[in-house]
């Protein structure tokens, strides 16, 4: 267990390696933040906002706590799968007595752990600043923590069975980019699921997107029955372990297929 701990403290070491960087992606979060509350408030503002199903107040809630959960819920798994594969270091990942997918996700946990020390605490506090109203529904907020962790699962075994496609394609980076805008769409990071028409909303039923962010951010603002809740978690636990039985047939088939460059 010591040795993941380490891990975990070199995921936290190199997010926090170049200061620069970090205070630009701290002050990127903010001015997204910014641009999506002047969006949504300009489009209320005008007729366009009549038509939309949820209220102001609901949709600055939703953007909000969504963009407070994607400063950690980010995940470079992909990217280090794939420089991992060019270079050449994976095959001496892979002979060390340590389990390669449990090396990956200690290391991810670090970066969350210095993300939520770096972005979301003092994006907070900047948040409780300039907006006083309700964010969170107090009575649902313990499944709405369970919710995130679900989500921040099903990030990581999402973006581990992308990763793991660089054992056959050897650079994935263009499909990353694809798929990336596809998840950032209909996740509902972007724009609330339940804004979605209803084809999408059809289609995006059958994906495991939504359980990211939509699923956990409604869970944190919108009050919902005990049935809802439930349905809810469980569309998550099912997405999550049907993503981790794929991550397993990619890893153990994936490993047979690996072509090392560099190195």
Known sequence: MRKYADLAMIGIKEHTAYLNSVWANFLSKIVYLYMQFSLWNALFSSNAGRSIPLSRDETIRYIIVATLISTFMECDVIAWINSQIQSGDVANQLIRPIDYKLMIFAKHIGTSLARIVIYTLPLGIVISVFYHGKLFCEEQLLYGIISILLAYMI??????????????????????????????????????????????????????????????????????????????LCVQLIWMAALFLLSEVCWIVGKNKLVVQGG
């Open 155 to 232: 990030q990581f075994l999402y973006s581990l069975i992308i990763g793991l496609m660089a054992f056959w394609l050897i650079v994935t980076w263009s499909l990353n980019m694809l798929l990336a805008a596809i998840y950032k769409l209909l996740s509902g990071s972007w724009i609330p699921a339940a804004m979605f028409p209803e084809f999408l909303a059809a289609i995006n039923a059958f994906l495991p997107f939504r359980a990211i962010y939509a699923i956990p951010v409604t869970i944190i603002t919108t009050p919902m029955s005990f049935e809802n809740l439930c349905e809810n």
